[in-house]
């Protein structure tokens, strides 16, 4: 089987890659390579993958139609998993029109690909933050997802209803899976996580806004790996899934973890809350569980402990 993914060369591209190519799968890895953050930090994540004759790399941008109409028109795809996307909450309201740009019409560019080229399958990298500030918990994919409170989770949503539609049109078969706060080794650096360890290392303070109280469902890698897997294997219909730990922690307790685990103090830095921030993030994962057999196994406290061992080991490796 032929599997196309877009971001394949991200945090968690890069690891999916790696899944499949140990279960003797073709890996096309579309990306761009983009200066969101040093693109030699994704380089160094398909260092392993690179070396396998089953992985080919394409250093293309989703955006240029001609370009993915070449390649799909010389190359069998029988899975789209589209992870590719501009992300973050804070920086889409200083580039909405980029967000814009790369989340919908990226996302569009390869639901014509599908179309054109008849692949019944596409996964598509959906977020969490598509639930905006929705005060009933735990979120279920049923719940109301009108009022987005930032670009990027509007262009998230955007992304599921276009699915949607060339489902409806063509019969294409698309599973949406909304991430909650995805972190582990290779982990994007100007996630919290990854941002608040170099803080502790540096001993700088790290920014708190608000009171420390905020919840969120911390996801490790490997029980995102498994949900993908299970939807690239369990694509019929048109579907959505959230993948999350199912358990919320304050942001205050992340923090203490994180200084356990690096043996350094932390400093925090109270300020005013920020815009476009929500104060709680809490998967129902009951649905992944019934259909894609998905069972997340990492909690946070050996989630953080694994994560900072990595750390460690890479910190003085990049630019950060």
């Excluded at 649905?287 to 990595?310: D, M, S, T, V």
Aim: hydrophobic letters at 35%; proline letters at 5%.
């Amino acid at each position: 089987m032929h599997i196309f993914i877009s971001g394949g060369a991200g945090f968690i591209g890069s690891h999916l890659a790696e899944m499949l190519l140990s279960e003797e799968y073709h890996v096309y890895n579309w990306d761009n390579f983009n200066d969101y953050y040093d693109p030699a930090v994704k380089r160094d994540n398909i260092e392993a993958a690179i070396a396998n004759k089953r992985y080919e790399l394409i250093e293309k941008d989703i955006l240029d139609y001609s370009a993915l109409d070449h390649f799909f028109s010389t190359h069998p795809v029988d899975v789209i998993v589209h992870l590719a996307a501009r992300a973050g909450v804070r920086p889409s309201i200083q580039q909405p029109l980029l967000y814009e740009q790369v989340n919908v019409q990226g996302t569009m560019n390869l639901l014509e690909m599908s179309r054109i080229y008849h692949i019944n399958r596409f996964v598509f990298a959906s977020s969490s933050s598509v639930y905006g500030a929705n005060r009933k918990i735990p979120f279920q994919e049923s719940d109301n997802v009108d009022f987005p409170v930032s670009p990027y989770a509007a262009t998230k949503k955007a992304g599921e209803l276009i699915c949607y539609t060339y489902h409806h049109l063509y019969n294409i078969s698309v599973n949406c899976l909304r991430f909650f706060t995805v972190y582990g080794p290779r982990q994007r650096p100007d996630m919290a996580i990854h941002k608040f360890s170099r803080m502790i290392y540096r001993h700088q303070p790290i920014p708190v806004f608000g009171d420390g109280s905020s919840r969120r469902d911390y996801t490790y890698y490997s029980d995102i790996i498994q949900g993908i897997m299970g939807a690239i294997h369990n694509c019929q219909g048109y579907h959505i899934y959230n993948l999350g730990e199912s358990k919320t922690v304050t942001l205050l307790y992340l923090i203490d973890l994180l200084q356990d685990a690096l043996g350094i103090k932390a400093v925090v830095e109270f300020k005013p809350e920020q815009p476009g921030d929500v104060p709680v993030t809490f998967a129902d994962v009951t649905k992944a569980k019934n259909e894609l057999k998905y069972h997340p196994q990492i909690p946070i406290e050996e989630g953080i402990k694994r994560f900072a061992e990595w750390f460690s080991g890479h910190y003085n490796r990049f630019n950060y």
